[in-house]
T-cell receptor, first 112, second 112 residues
Framework: QQQVKQSPQSLIVQKGGISIINCAYE??????FPWYQQFPGKGPALLIA?????SEKKEGRFTISFNKSAKQFSLHIMDSQPGDSATYFC???????????FGTGTRLTVIP | SQTIHQWPATLVQPVGSPLSLECTVE??????LYWYRQAAGRGLQLLFY??????ISSEVPQNLSASRPQDRQFILSSKKLLLSDSGFYLC???????????FGPGTRLTVL
């Protein structure tokens, strides 16, 4: 059973546009929600993360929006650039847990 | 600062041969260590994690095993590789209470 559901599977955005990737979870014990960025042939890099005590977190052009009641969170990439073209993974984890449950990934392509 | 190394970077092995992948972390002590596998175009599957020397937890039953002979060294092994063992193997570490995991560069394993 997929603990974290991610959509869309792939996304094409024009340079300068907004990229939006969505994730949903069921386990209300989850309290840590990171996003990872992965370039081909490389390991995933932690991009930004949020805890459920806030509804939004922004770092540069990257913003996480979190809706606790809907059990959903999303990544927004503002002013998307060709260098943002990568696969993005959302994940979730419970307090004190070792498991990070990953979504299946979104392949983002930003066209010039 | 902390760094994580994996080797080899790529490996091509015949079916039935043994496997040994190594992961080391620098710049920290007593990290939690993790092995993940990523199949082509798929998400990340947690294989093993370790909270200390000699302590290994297995998440998925298979023909792989893990060992932690030193505080900052994590090894993934197999006695006899299967075709289905092909994939991208990632090591990760965590040093705090929050499940913030940092990934290594990965090893691309092809079993022929």
């Amino acid at each position: 059973q997929q603990q974290v559901k991610q959509s869309p599977q792939s996304l094409i955005v024009q340079k300068g546009g907004i990229s939006i990737i969505n994730c949903a979870y069921e386990n209300t014990a989850f309290d840590y929600f990171p996003w990872y960025q992965q370039f081909p042939g490389k390991g995933p890099a932690l991009l930004i993360a949020i805890r459920p005590d806030v509804s939004e977190k922004k770092e540069g052009r990257f913003t996480i929006s979190f809706n606790k009641s809907a059990k959903q969170f999303s990544l927004h990439i503002m002013d998307s650039q060709p260098g943002d073209s990568a696969t993005y993974f959302c994940a979730a984890s419970g307090a004190g847990a070792n498991n990070l449950f990953f979504g299946t990934g979104t392949r983002l392509t930003v066209i010039p | 600062s902390q760094t994580i190394h994996q080797w080899p970077a790529t490996l091509v092995q015949p079916v039935g041969s043994p496997l040994s992948l190594e992961c080391t972390v620098e710049g920290t002590s007593n990290p939690n260590l993790y092995w993940y596998r990523q199949a082509a175009g798929r998400g990340l599957q947690l294989l093993f994690y370790s909270v200390g020397i000699g302590q290994i937890s297995s998440e998925v039953p298979q023909n792989l095993s893990a060992s932690r002979p030193q505080d900052r060294q994590f090894i993934l092994s197999s006695k006899k590789l299967l075709l289905s063992d092909s994939g991208f193997y990632l090591c990760a570490y965590r040093v705090g209470l929050v499940n913030e995991q940092f990934f290594g560069p990965g090893t691309r394993l092809t079993v022929l």
